[in-house]
């Protein structure tokens, strides 16, 4: 059973353009987390948000964390050819260490 | 400060072999998860240890196990291999202040 769901599955832009990538669940996490994965590598922690509300900015990234703490978002903006990735939300739940991933947005920028 | 080592990169097996996958964690992580991930599936948890016990335990079948050794150092082995289990397997640590993970860059394993 799939509990994040992502959308768009995939998004293919030219630099310069904006985009918002959504991360939507029914079930309530106690914090959320987004990374990037790369072709052969891991996934790389971008930002964590564990309050229900929370807007967080990194550089041209802004974060949000939906109020009943069930979904959120990635905002980019003036994107860039290096923000082509994979972008992967991820909910815990409680106390537990166990993260439920979503199922990802494959962002392409073009120059 | 050294990443989270996975070994090995690669690695090619064939179906009823096991095979044993090792992750060394970011010195001071205590927390170390493993996770599959395969084209269709995504991200899946496999399991979560914290100091030499499992926490947290995905739905995978009994194939699938861990342990983690008094340095942190964990390892997963699967057995009975099936064409199925070919993935990216993936190893996080995280230190218990910081909710974020650090991952390796994973052993792909593929079946034959």
């Known amino acids: 059973t799939q509990l994040l769901e992502q959308s768009p599955q995939f998004l293919s832009i030219q630099e310069g353009e904006n985009l918002t990538v959504y991360c939507n669940s029914s079930?309530?996490?106690?914090?959320l987390q987004w990374y990037r994965q790369e072709p052969g590598e891991g996934p790389v922690l971008l930002v964590t948000?564990?309050?229900?509300?929370e807007v967080k900015k990194l550089k041209r990234l802004t974060f949000q964390f939906g109020d009943a703490r069930k979904d959120s978002s990635l905002h980019i903006t003036a994107a860039q050819t290096g923000d082509t990735g994979l972008y992967l939300c991820?909910?815990?739940?409680?106390?537990?260490?166990?993260?439920?991933f979503g199922t990802g947005t494959r962002l392409q920028v073009f120059p | 400060k050294a990443g989270v080592t996975q070994t090995p990169r690669y690695l090619i097996k064939t179906r009823g072999q096991q095979v044993t996958l090792s992750c060394s964690p970011i010195?001071?992580?205590?927390?170390v998860s493993w996770y599959q991930q395969t084209p269709g599936q995504g991200l899946q948890f496999l399991f979560e240890y914290f100091s030499e016990t499992q926490r947290n335990k995905g739905n995978f079948p009994g194939r699938f196990s861990g342990r983690q050794f008094s340095n942190s150092r964990s390892e997963m082995n699967v057995s009975t291999l099936e064409l199925g289990d070919s993935a990216l397997y993936l190893c996080a640590s995280r230190d218990g202040t910081n909710y974020g993970y650090t991952f390796g860059s994973g052993t792909r394993l593929t079946v034959v």
């Open positions: 010195s001071g992580h205590r927390s």
């Open positions: 079930s309530v996490f106690s914090s």
């Open positions: 948000v564990v309050t229900g509300g």
């Open positions: 991820a909910g815990a739940q409680g106390r537990t260490d166990k993260l439920i």
